[in-house]
């Protein structure tokens, strides 16, 4: 059976590797993805009746494809941030993004939002940082917070063959860390966010509240439940996570597996196929490939579990 899911999945995960070796400009990257697109269109319309014609037009669709994959590693990896601002004190004014590993108080988080130069008022950057507070916090997606402090560059690899904290940070769109300043007092103000985030993040929360209260005698049940449902092992004690990598199931915690298990049983109900078609297993393998990490309550890598979902809904359909 065709599976949509890995031929898109395949050109665009060479795009991003050619892009991490080779320096082409952003605009070469984009004028070869609308042509390689506008071709596939065109080609699209020919190849009625015309099999060298879908060929060609298939070839160029998965160029489109590869210098969308590119695309998306040159525009993370660009950071906004001249290096003139570091290690000078700003001001931050943003929206905590979602992060469901947090817990209730978060010691650091990420943000998006605007820098602005205490120096220099009038100069502004609009940027995603990792804000690490001097004592944790509540927070929750979408809390806008203002914070002064000063702004530092993440530190790069320090050995060979080590890790890179700052290309870490910037395959998440984060070229900066705030280090809030002494004595501040940081008091979210509105909620804002976008209206998916907002709902699973408040499915996530009605999954820890029924855990806790199911378990209210046992705190620490409760606290493994939340590892292995949610992801969030911030609860757990040192204690219990050094028994669990002695014992070499550390993994157990970790978003993986498990939690793909659970997408899987809600697409083996939501996109059971009609006999006579296998459209919707289709559209379920692409939509569950593409479904960003963010928008699951307990979360999952789209590369990684999305070739599971996609051989799940293989073998729905067979």
């Keep these: 059976m065709p599976r949509p899911a890995l031929r ?18 952003l605009f070469w990257i984009w004028l070869a993805a609308l042509i390689c697109l506008c071709g596939a269109i065109g080609f699209s319309y020919l190849s009625k009746g015309d099999p060298r014609a879908s060929k060609i037009g298939w070839v160029l669709l998965l160029g489109a494809l590869c210098a969308c994959g590119m695309f998306r590693l040159k525009v993370v990896l660009t950071s906004p941030i001249t290096p003139d601002i570091y290690d000078h004190q700003v001001h931050f004014s943003g929206e905590m993004t979602y992060q469901p590993e947090r817990g209730e108080r978060w010691e ?5 939002g605007t820098l602005r130069l205490i120096e220099t008022p009038d ?5 995603k940082l990792l804000i690490r507070f001097r004592e944790p916090i509540p927070l929750r997606y979408g809390d806008r917070i203002e914070v002064q402090g000063v702004l530092r560059r993440p530190n790069e690899q320090r050995n060979p063959g080590g890790f890179d904290y700052r290309s870490y940070l910037a395959r998440r769109g984060v070229f900066g860390i705030l280090y809030p300043n002494r004595g501040q007092e940081i008091v979210p103000t509105d909620r804002s966010g976008f209206p998916p985030l907002r709902w699973t993040e408040a499915v996530r929360r009605r999954v820890e509240a029924v855990i806790d209260n199911a378990y209210h005698e046992n705190r620490t049940h409760a606290q493994v439940l939340k590892a292995m449902f949610l992801g969030l092992r911030n609860e757990l004690s040192p204690d219990i996570l050094e028994a669990f990598r002695n014992s070499g199931s550390i ?25 006579e078609s296998h459209r919707s ?19 999952f890598s789209g590369v990684a579990d ?3 979902l996609s051989d799940f809904a293989d073998y729905r359909a067979g």
């Design 306 to 308: 999305g070739g599971h």
């Design 281 to 299: 297993v289709d559209n379920c393998r692409c939509g569950s490939l593409c479904l960003p990490r963010r928008f699951s309550p307990v979360g």
């Design 251 to 275: 993994h157990i915690l970790a978003v993986s597996g498990l939690h793909v298990g659970l997408i899987a049983t809600v697409c083996f109900f939501a996109f059971t196929p009609a006999p």
């Design 108 to 112: 650091a988080g990420y943000a998006n």
């Design 8 to 25: 898109t999945l395949v050109p665009y995960m060479l795009g991003v590797f050619i892009a991490g070796f080779l320096p082409i400009p």
């Design 123 to 127: 100069r502004t950057v609009d940027a």
